[in-house]
């Protein structure tokens, strides 16, 4: 089982983040290295690519408010 | 994404209309080294809108082009590579300035196919965006599709969701006229504007297709009342019809998608069947869009009406600052309820 | 001409004023954006392009200015309108969207007019300069006194409106002084990206004095303006002034600016700190009168703001009105 974590490095600052959207349901199936996730942080649009391939488990759904280290999901090897 | 091959993914994906857009240009800019972009910021930016992120690098500066601010200049430029050959895709990010370039696309890209007699064709796709909502004013919030609708020799597509954004988007691309593909940042899917509006979110192939023009798409079937509307008019409406279910009211959303052609049959078929309609509209009222529609009808058969239709579209205003005075100029979910209860009424 | 100790200490002013005013919307502009930026919620909602470094380029002008001139502003325009003498409350009531804003909230930030002091904006690139040259028309057609000067961004010049508008001033003698402010970006691209040959060489096409100021100074354009304005004042026909000016943040609020080096945002100077230091040197404006004026400043500025934020919202039936005369 992998998380998938909002990466330290994905912007400059302290600012709190927030999930703009989830490209797969929750349960899909994602393959590593695609897109999983669409992020914003102030005016900018972030994106987040799967660490994983498996079956994702969205933890926060779209609209949540995210800080730098925040699991947002999980994928789990099928 | 730039680099992801095409039917590798596990899932259907759920995209915003800005990446399935740019899925359709990339793929096919990927199979035809005619197709460039030009534009401002479309280079190092990758779009005011983010509408070319990543292209430059993919494609080099050559097809991606930075232009200076000089709008009718640069689409007479992209005419005549068209004329010659090339597929340019010309992006004006707000259509509130094709004011300064109307010369250039009125009376040059739509009409040299005609008055050449059709020995110069035009493939030519401009990328558009358009619509208020969020406090822009009057100089970066209209729609002016009903102006563009009005010169012969343009198609015009307004997906309302990112699978029609990404058909529409090869079926511009592979068309040898001028096509304006255009979409109201609101359903965009812009970092800048919130977060995603869901009903404009769409599972997206991976495989490439097109939508045909003219071929308007049913939301949601109904029996008592037709809302139509195209664009963001489309979610309004379908928020509408939500809440006339409540109310015991079952009403049909019917989304125009192409503006030219239009898809005059389908505004028949489902105002026949329900015997009224509510046509909404985020643009100028006055001999716009909405008055097109009702045309159709009063054209082909005003029998079918039960009741006088209703139109929700801007009051002939410009668009204002203030967030109060512009609530009250755009449309929405409430108040197309409140039209489709007048025409109920009758 | 150098500008006089008494002309320099309200250069100072209008610089500082247009800097705290542009502090305070910055500030204000954020409520309610965080952490999800949508840009139509908060008290200041829509674009917001401020004049963040940019302000020496519309004091060193202005100093020369009186009531019957005419001045037009692009979609960057706060530092003019302070410089001219919009007024300041009604000014940031309009960007508030308040009923008692400049246009009862129909315009916003880009779109800020005032007939009181012959002041207007264009949020569309380089349409400010028909408008400015025809108030030019009216003035000698009217045999009024007074010129008029239209400001643009360095992007504007190669707009068609720029070329055509110059050719016809210039052709019938229109008491008028394009002024080009080169922060250096148009959005992301650069001047040496979009332009062969700049506005004020481009002067002789229309055989009209131009002329580029370096240094973003606020005596150096006093001095450069005066020239381009005496032309324009002794019925010679416009003028170009081109002034290098910094632009210190993004295009707009929220704009990252990430196609611009780390090292070449370090490396931009901040004018308004520099002009402040010369004034003290130079004993223009001794400590305790500079501390006095810049409070000064600041309570106006936070009484603008305030009486913008607590103003009244419109009623939203009020969007129908004033769209015929």
């Known amino acids: ?78 | 994404m730039a680099q992801q091959a095409p039917g590798t993914g596990g899932s259907a994906r759920t995209l915003t209309m800005a990446r399935a857009g740019r899925e359709a240009v990339i793929a096919e800019m990927r199979k035809d080294p005619n197709i460039f972009v030009i534009g401002e910021d479309v280079a190092k930016l990758g779009g005011v809108f983010g509408t070319t992120v990543g292209m430059a690098e993919e494609f080099g500066a050559h097809r991606v082009i930075d232009t200076p601010i000089s709008e009718t200049g640069f689409i007479g430029i992209a005419t005549g590579a068209a004329m010659a050959g090339m597929r340019p895709i010309v992006e004006i990010a707000f259509v509130d300035f094709i004011g300064v370039c109307f010369n250039a696309i009125f009376n040059f890209a739509a009409k040299t196919h005609y008055m050449s007699g059709g020995q110069f064709k035009v493939p030519m796709t401009m990328m558009i965006g358009y619509g208020g909502g969020y406090n822009d004013a009057a100089q970066h919030s209209q729609c002016l599709i009903g102006t563009l609708a009005h010169v012969p020799g343009i198609r015009i597509v307004t997906p309302a969701d990112a699978h029609d954004a990404k058909g529409l988007m090869h079926s511009c691309l592979r068309d040898d006229n001028l096509t304006i593909w255009m979409v109201h940042k609101a359903i965009w899917g812009l970092g800048w504007l919130g977060t995603a509006i869901k009903t404009a979110m769409a599972t997206v192939p991976e495989e490439e297709y097109t939508i045909p023009f003219g071929k308007a798409r049913i939301w949601r079937e109904g029996t008592d009342v037709t809302l139509v509307g195209y664009g963001i008019t489309v979610h309004h409406a379908l928020q509408a019809a939500e809440k006339l279910a409540a109310d015991g009211v079952s009403a049909e959303v019917l989304d125009l998608r192409t503006i030219v052609p239009m898809d005059r049959e389908a505004i028949m078929k489902s105002v026949t069947k329900t015997g009224r309609v509510v046509v909404a509209d985020e643009d100028y009222m006055n001999c716009g869009v909405t008055a097109e529609v009702l045309a159709t009808i009063a054209e082909r058969n005003p029998r079918i009406l039960k009741a006088p239709a209703v139109r929700v579209a801007n009051p002939d205003i410009p668009v204002p600052f203030s967030r109060p005075m512009e609530n009250f100029a755009l449309p929405d979910a409430d108040k197309i309820v409140a039209a489709a209860k007048a025409t109920l009424k009758s | 001409m150098k500008p006089t100790p008494k002309q320099r200490i309200w250069m100072y002013e209008m610089m500082l004023k247009s800097r705290l005013f542009d502090d305070a919307v910055f500030e204000a502009y954020w409520e309610g954006k965080k952490p999800v930026f949508h840009m139509g919620k908060g008290p200041l909602p829509g674009e917001m392009h401020q004049s963040f470094g940019q302000e020496p380029t519309a004091v060193g002008v202005l100093a020369h200015l009186g009531p019957d001139d005419a001045v037009g502003a692009g979609h960057r325009p706060h530092h003019v309108a302070i410089a001219r003498g919009v007024n300041l409350k009604r000014m940031a009531a309009e960007l508030f969207g308040k009923k008692t804003g400049l246009s009862g909230g129909r315009g916003g930030h880009m779109h800020l007019y005032d007939n009181g002091v012959n002041f207007f904006c264009s949020g569309i690139i380089a349409e400010g300069m028909g408008p400015g040259a025809g108030i030019a028309l009216a003035r000698k057609m009217q045999k009024k006194p007074g010129i008029a000067v239209a400001y643009n961004g360095d992007g504007a010049v190669n707009q068609g409106a720029f070329h055509e508008v110059m050719n016809m001033a210039a052709l019938w003698k229109l008491p008028f002084v394009c002024v080009i402010e080169d922060n250096k970006y148009a959005v992301s691209v650069t001047t040496e990206e979009s332009t062969v040959v700049p506005a004020w060489q481009r002067a002789a096409a229309y055989n009209c004095p131009g002329e580029y100021v370096k240094g973003n100074d606020p005596d150096l354009i006093f001095e450069a303006a005066a020239r381009a304005i005496q032309h324009a004042r002794d019925g010679k026909g416009p003028a170009i002034l081109e002034i290098e000016t910094e632009r210190l943040h993004g295009h707009f609020i929220g704009d990252s600016a990430g196609y611009r080096s780390k090292e070449e945002v370090a490396g931009q100077k901040d004018p308004i700190p520099l002009y402040r230091k010369r004034l003290l040197d130079e004993k223009v404006l001794p400590g305790a009168d500079m501390e006095s004026l810049e409070a000064k400043v600041k309570q106006e500025v936070d009484a603008a703001m305030q009486f913008g934020r607590d103003s009244e919202y419109p009623a939203p039936n009020e969007a129908l009105e004033r769209v015929f005369a």
């Open chain 1, 1 to 78: 089982m992998t998380d998938i974590t909002v990466p330290e490095d994905l912007w400059d600052t302290d600012d709190e983040g927030v999930i703009f959207s989830w490209v797969y349901a929750d349960g899909a199936l994602v393959e590593q290295g695609r897109l999983v996730a669409e992020l914003t942080v102030e005016k900018a649009q972030l994106e987040l690519n799967a660490p994983a391939s498996g079956r994702l488990t969205i933890l926060a759904p779209a609209e949540t408010v995210v800080r730098k280290g925040t699991v947002i999901g999980r994928i789990e090897p099928v």
